[in-house]
């Protein structure tokens, strides 16, 4: 996850007093704005629940009025303590960390707690309506979708809730996938204000083994073939003429499982692919078509006006990566609850070139923090597999109650709408570099 908070506001409480809020982006769009005795209380509540875990140094309490340039520090202070929990895994799956920012979300855009529908499309844009509260989170949603379709529990989080806009050209570009701390349905609402989106089921796993789990279930087998189909269309799975051909037969005649079984032999099976953008490798200035997929980032690179090269980067050689975000006050408008809509992003990972030589390579995109958030999600799959862990079910995770989450009036109740300025840096370490082997290399 990218946790960022690009700028502040000043804001008035009911009795006209001023104070300072931060607002805290999440994955490149605007999720909350808190105010510093919010946050200050919520690291009190994970000092309290995981006192055995080292913490990262927060900012302390000040009792004179803040300058400028301390409000500043003050901001970049919380923002690298939110980066560092964040990152631990035993915090951030917990019931305090999600409620946080599920009640921040949910206080910040005064959304009361309702019984409202919300829609979720499949790939072939097959729409299923379900019924929900308006605060519920990704996971309650993701399984009343599952729930509707008659999924087994079982194979319920093989599949996730992802943000989608429909581009000028009517194509739609994944945004990200949900989280666990925000609710779909104010997400959606807030996204809307800058384009039009959707949300979607998509598959969520990497590993083609685990597809075979579910080729022998009806459901699950469907939203594979959907979304099989709709890669190949756009483009995204490329198969030779003869390949294409005989899909097109298998999918007259309806046999979705063979149709499954030779789209998986297929070139970027699979893969989510990128928008064209520019990388410093081989030379400076690069363009290049990035994709995710089999444990790797796939290079293919533009050399001349007639020549691609391709490469692969895997993620068990990368040792950690960043994503660097540079904005101004003159291009850093971001609409409420939409991406950073003008800033640069830059992904940057280090790379295992051969044995003993590490490089960085840069990747110039606005589509940055989602390759991030596929890099960690392949590397979070390939560690437990390795470990032997089972994909999660329901009945395995504790169900949050958003009433439940302690109101605190240190939320600001405003969206927001200054302009970020300067640049600011998520570092994540890879953990599966820690497994690599001379095979690797």
């Not at 409202?116 to 072939?124: A, E, I």
């Not at 940057?348 to 110039?364: C, Q, V």
Request: net charge neutral.
């Amino acid at each position: 996850m990218h946790f960022s908070i690009p700028d502040t506001q000043d804001l008035k409480d009911e009795t006209g007093s001023s104070y300072t809020s931060f607002n805290i982006h999440i994955n490149g769009v605007f999720h909350c704005s808190v105010r510093y005795s919010a946050l200050h209380q919520f690291h009190e509540q994970l000092k309290k629940e995981f006192g055995g875990l080292s913490m990262p140094p927060f900012p302390p309490k000040k009792f004179l009025s803040l300058t400028p340039a301390k409000v500043d520090e003050r901001r970049q202070l919380l923002e690298r303590f939110i980066q560092m929990v964040s990152q631990d895994p035993q915090i951030s799956n917990s019931d305090t960390f999600n409620g946080f920012f599920l009640k921040a979300q949910q206080e910040t855009q005064k959304e009361a707690s309702e019984a409202t529908s919300l829609d979720v499309y499949l790939m072939n844009g097959h729409k299923i309506t379900i019924k929900i509260m308006s605060t519920d989170q990704t996971e309650d949603v993701l399984e009343a979708v599952a729930s509707q379709i008659e999924l087994p529990d079982e194979f319920v989080y093989y599949f996730g809730l992802f943000l989608v806009q429909k581009e000028d050209g009517g194509d739609n570009s994944i945004v990200r996938k949900l989280q666990e701390f925000e609710s779909p349905y104010i997400s959606l609402k807030y996204a809307s204000n800058v384009g039009t989106h959707r949300i979607v089921l998509r598959k969520s796993i990497w590993d083609l083994t685990y597809e075979d789990d579910l080729l022998d279930n009806k459901i699950a087998m469907n939203l594979l073939y959907v979304q099989a189909v709709s890669d190949i269309e756009r483009q995204w799975t490329l198969g030779t003429k003869e390949q294409l051909r005989h899909l097109a037969t298998l999918q007259q005649r309806g046999s979705k499982r063979e149709y499954l079984r030779l789209a998986r032999t297929m070139k970027y099976y699979g893969y989510i692919q990128f928008k064209p953008c520019v990388t410093d490798y081989p030379h400076p200035h690069s363009r290049v078509f990035v994709a995710a997929g089999h444990r790797e980032l796939n290079f293919r690179i533009q050399t001349d006006s007639s020549t691609m090269k391709e490469g692969s980067f895997k993620i068990t050689r990368m040792r950690c990566w960043r994503i660097t975000t540079s904005m101004s006050e003159s291009n850093g408008e971001i609409g409420i609850g939409g991406q950073l809509s003008k800033a640069k992003l830059e992904l940057s990972f280090e790379y295992l070139m051969a044995k003993d030589t590490l490089k960085w390579i840069t990747i110039t995109t606005d589509q940055a923090i989602l390759m991030s958030m596929c890099l960690q999600s392949m590397v979070d799959e390939l560690i437990m597999k390795k470990q032997g862990k089972k994909i999660k079910k329901p009945q395995d995770r504790s169900k949050l109650d958003p009433r439940s989450v302690q109101q605190d009036n240190g939320y600001s109740g405003k969206s927001a709408d200054g302009n970020p300025k300067g640049k600011n840096k998520t570092f994540v370490e890879n953990n599966a570099f820690d497994t690599i082997g001379d095979d690797d290399l």
